[in-house]
């Protein structure tokens, strides 16, 4: 028991450790990072991985070489069986977002289609009421009104955008219709919110002998879960998320803790700032999207062949940028929809391999006739 109990302890300390410096990471500053900035594409992919590291990590503490029955012994015997009804909920969200990244994939179907537009050559009173028309389409998309967005399939022939010469080839269809079986709408009444308070409301910190062992990792790891839906929700379009800034609260005094809590103050006061403007989410390259679709409108509004020098050049830096960020969405959406979906099915296997575990626990634990 001395041999065991001392090996709960190193693997608590190295994955304390693991944690602590793979959100360190995640919490470097812009200036370390300038291709990389919080909730952008490539920070949440980053983050996908962290939290596979740690998943990975975990069941590897958690199972392997472990004696069975201590899983079912006090106080594992409650932790374990909250953790993978948390488990269960993360499957849900991942579903979610992943029906959330199709949206921001259509955000970027209309900001293209308004870039085409713009760079047309000349720029003819035609090609701005065109892009004009595809610009209030990427707005109702980003603040989640569809009354616009329901015309879309009927007008798309018209302004004549060859969608399929520009999504990258059959390769690119191909990985977007693998990740399809998460793309389901959830049910009316379903709400993140709910999911994430859920997940945290029987989340507390082992105390005593109990904050040096098993106990703490379990916790540790259910944690890291919360963390990282609760990210993703923030992040991207997904059902129901009122007063989620306040749901989640990590004690501060856990030293492992200090990257996640300084990374969810950030994004908390974000969060704030834009719940009661829209439903798109944080996510950096939609929340630039916005700002450009509102200026290029405007730019639209007033325009009139051939344009006046000084505005039409300021556009046309703006239309550049616009170009950017989809590129970036083309980059990096899908990988992400596939970081969610390996996420979703980690998860699967982990949860089934856990309860095989205490099934054999079980069996092992019945006194023999």
């Given at each position: 028991?001395?041999?065991?109990?001392?090996?709960?302890?190193?693997?608590?300390?190295?994955?304390?450790k693991?944690?602590?410096?793979?959100?360190?990471?995640?919490?470097?500053?812009?200036?370390?990072?300038?291709?990389?900035?919080?909730?952008?594409?490539?920070?949440?992919?980053?983050?996908?991985?962290?939290?596979?590291?740690?998943?990975?990590?975990?069941?590897?503490?958690?199972?392997?070489?472990?004696?069975?029955?201590?899983?079912?012994?006090?106080?594992?015997?409650?932790?374990?069986?909250?953790?993978?009804?948390?488990?269960?909920?993360?499957?849900?969200?991942?579903?979610?977002?992943?029906?959330?990244?199709?949206?921001?994939?259509?955000?970027?179907?209309?900001?293209?289609?308004?870039?085409?537009?713009?760079?047309?050559?000349?720029?003819?009173?035609?090609?701005?009421?065109?892009?004009?028309?595809?610009?209030?389409?990427?707005?109702?998309?980003?603040?989640?009104?569809?009354?616009?967005?329901?015309?879309?399939?009927?007008?798309?022939?018209?302004?004549?955008?060859?969608?399929?010469?520009?999504?990258?080839?059959?390769h690119?269809?191909?990985?977007?219709?693998?990740?399809?079986?998460?793309?389901?709408?959830?049910?009316?009444?379903?709400?993140?919110?709910?999911?994430?308070?859920?997940?945290?409301?029987?989340?507390?910190?082992p105390?005593?002998?109990?904050?040096?062992?098993?106990?703490?990792?379990?916790?540790?790891?259910?944690?890291?879960?919360?963390?990282?839906?609760?990210?993703?929700?923030?992040?991207?379009p997904?059902?129901?998320?009122?007063?989620?800034?306040?749901?989640?609260?990590?004690?501060?005094?856990?030293?492992?803790?200090?990257?996640?809590?300084?990374?969810?103050e950030?994004i908390?006061?974000?969060?704030?700032?834009?719940?009661?403007?829209g439903?798109?989410?944080?996510?950096?390259?939609v929340?630039?999207?916005?700002?450009?679709g509102?200026?290029?409108?405007?730019?639209?509004?007033?325009?009139?062949?051939?344009?006046?020098?000084?505005k039409?050049?300021?556009?046309?830096?703006?239309?550049?940028?616009?170009?950017?960020?989809?590129?970036?969405?083309?980059?990096?959406?899908?990988?992400?929809?596939?970081?969610?979906?390996?996420?979703?099915?980690?998860?699967?296997?982990?949860?089934?391999?856990?309860?095989?575990?205490?099934?054999?626990?079980?069996?092992?634990?019945?006194?023999?006739?």
């Open positions: 028991m001395e041999g065991t109990h001392e090996q709960e302890l190193e693997d608590l300390e190295f994955f304390q693991h944690v602590s410096d793979r959100f360190a990471d995640l919490l470097s500053s812009p200036e370390d990072l300038p291709h990389e900035p919080l909730l952008s594409i490539s920070w949440l992919r980053k983050l996908m991985d962290v939290f596979l590291c740690c998943e990975a990590e975990f069941k590897a503490v958690l199972i392997m070489g472990r004696d069975p029955t201590l899983i079912s012994k006090t106080p594992l015997d409650k932790l374990i069986p909250e953790f993978l009804e948390r488990a269960v909920k993360v499957l849900d969200i991942c579903i979610a977002v992943s029906s959330g990244v199709d949206s921001i994939r259509q955000c970027q179907k209309f900001a293209e289609i308004a870039v085409s537009a713009f760079e047309s050559k000349p720029m003819t009173d035609g090609q701005v009421k065109r892009a004009r028309r595809a610009l209030t389409l990427l707005m109702s998309a980003i603040t989640g009104d569809d009354k616009d967005i329901n015309h879309f399939k009927s007008t798309e022939r018209a302004w004549s955008f060859g969608r399929r010469g520009n999504q990258g080839g059959p690119k269809d191909k990985a977007a219709g693998s990740f399809r079986s998460l793309s389901m709408i959830v049910a009316k009444n379903w709400s993140a919110a709910k999911q994430i308070q859920a997940m945290f409301s029987n989340l507390v910190a105390r005593g002998a109990e904050s040096t062992g098993l106990a703490s990792t379990v916790y540790i790891m259910s944690a890291v879960l919360v963390f990282v839906m609760w990210v993703l929700v923030a992040s991207l997904c059902q129901d998320r009122g007063g989620l800034s306040t749901h989640f609260q990590i004690p501060k005094q856990l030293t492992w803790a200090q990257s996640m809590i300084g990374l969810q950030k908390g006061e974000e969060w704030k700032k834009k719940e009661k403007k439903s798109a989410g944080l996510l950096e390259e929340q630039r999207m916005e700002k450009l509102q200026s290029l409108i405007e730019f639209a509004d007033g325009f009139q062949f051939p344009g006046e020098a000084e039409v050049k300021n556009a046309a830096v703006q239309v550049t940028e616009l170009a950017d960020i989809c590129q970036r969405m083309e980059e990096g959406l899908v990988p992400l929809q596939q970081q969610i979906r390996e996420v979703f099915h980690r998860i699967v296997r982990s949860r089934a391999e856990v309860l095989e575990m205490l099934d054999h626990a079980g069996k092992v634990s019945q006194p023999t006739a």
